[in-house]
Structures are given as C-alpha cells and as structure tokens.
C-alpha cells in the first residue's frame, strides 16, 4: 500500500537523520532496559533470536551476551551501519544485522526462540501486524517481549500526545494503550508471563535533541507550546513539569515522564 510505503520513508528519513545522536542516547541509557527484557522473556545459552526494529541494536547488543544467536534487523542503512560499529568495538561474534521489514519478518514459522523489540511499535502503521509477525517466527513455548511507551484508553489523551510526538518526529504513528498491546498478545496465541511498567524521567531538550530538532526549530517551539500548555491537567499524559536549571540560573527547565511497558509473552 502507498501508505505503508510513505511510512516507511518517513522512518528511514528520520532515523538516518538522526543515527548518530539517538544511537549514541540509545545504547547508553537503555543497557538496563534490555537486560530487564533478555530475564523477563528466559534468554539463554541455547537460543536464537532476533531483535526487529534494532535501531543501533539496543536490545541485540545486550541480548547477544545471553543467547547462542540474534539478528538485528532494520529498515534503515544509516542504523544498522551504527550497530555494526557497536558490536565490534565489544567483540560480539554471536550476531548479525540485516536490512529488512519488521512487518515481514524473513524466517520461517516457528524457527526461533525469542523475538524482540523496543520503542519501535509506535512507528509501524500497523502494531498488531508486528506482534502477530513475532509470534509467528517463534517456536511453541518460544517467548516475545516489548517494550514501548504507551497510554491509558483515553481518546482525549491519546490524540493530545500523539500530536505532540508527530510534531517532534513525523514517524511515529500512534502509540498503543496498555489494553491494546495485552489483546494483541492474546489474538497471536500468547500466554503473558509478565509486565512491568517504568516511569523515566526526561529533558524536554534533550528528548527533541535526540529527534533532531532544538530550540529556534519549528517543532521544537511548537511540541514545547502545546507540553507547557498540557501542564495544569496533564492533559496528554507527559507528566510536565518545571525544574530548576542545572547551571543554576534563572531559566526553568521542562521535564516529563516517559511511561513504558514491558510485556513478556510465550507462544501457547
């Protein structure tokens, strides 16, 4: 579909653009994310598995130190060229990357153990594709495990805060309520084995740093306008909030809340 095609681009524009700056951001804050993921889906010595939506293999670089074997696959070039540079500065020989379509996942049904990913189902048109894709390349007994942001059922919320991401970054799609991501699981024949829910807090700046995007730039004045403005009801579910500046001077910093969901499921 022409849809589905223009998604794409749209992922690969912004994820080349930013490869670097969210690579770096990526592989350094979320090392404890990814190994609170690799205990809650079992990962261990005997399996393959494969991280989709790898961006700078956030979750293959941490997974390959638990399993025999794990594909990073991704959409974009630029990406995969930064998990490459990753696992080699740290001597990883138990992964490879692949450019490929997370939608379509090139295995076999059932030849895998484990099949991940993170932050990456608000970029897909459509999420339960995704999830239906990981079940059906994980064995009997095999486990899928996600983690992403995510809202409560609330349409008012959820069109607030969508419009917010879309402005800082023009990929993402919708991001899932909790109910959403549970019934996905249990349509692809996946038994839950745990969830976990995080509160992180993050820099307004350096949140649209990281999309490419700083102060004078017209996303960046426009996601700030409407977050500052969503302040006194929470009305989009950030969580926003002023905070001191770190130098100490006069000017407030915004701060707000990522809220993230990690599920755990086994194929039944």
Known sequence: MESQRQQKDLVREQFTRTAQIFGDY??????????????????????????????????????????????GLDLTPAILERARRAAAAEGLANLDFALGDAQSLPFADGSLDIAVTSYSLHHFPDAARTIGEMARVVKRGGRVGILDIFLPADHAISELNNRIERIRDASHTRTLAREEFESHFAAHGLRILETRVEENARSFDHWMLVAGSKPGDRPYAEARRLME??????AAWFHPRFAPAENGGPARELIFTNTTLFIAGEKI
Do not use: Q, Y
């Open 26 to 71: 990526a592989l350094a804050s979320r090392v404890e994310e990814a190994e609170r993921l690799a205990r809650m889906v079992k990962a261990s010595g005997s399996d393959r598995a494969v991280d989709l939506a790898c961006g700078p293999g956030t979750l293959a670089l941490r997974f390959a130190r638990h399993v025999r074997w794990i594909c």
């Open 229 to 234: 403005a969503s302040i006194p009801n929470d």
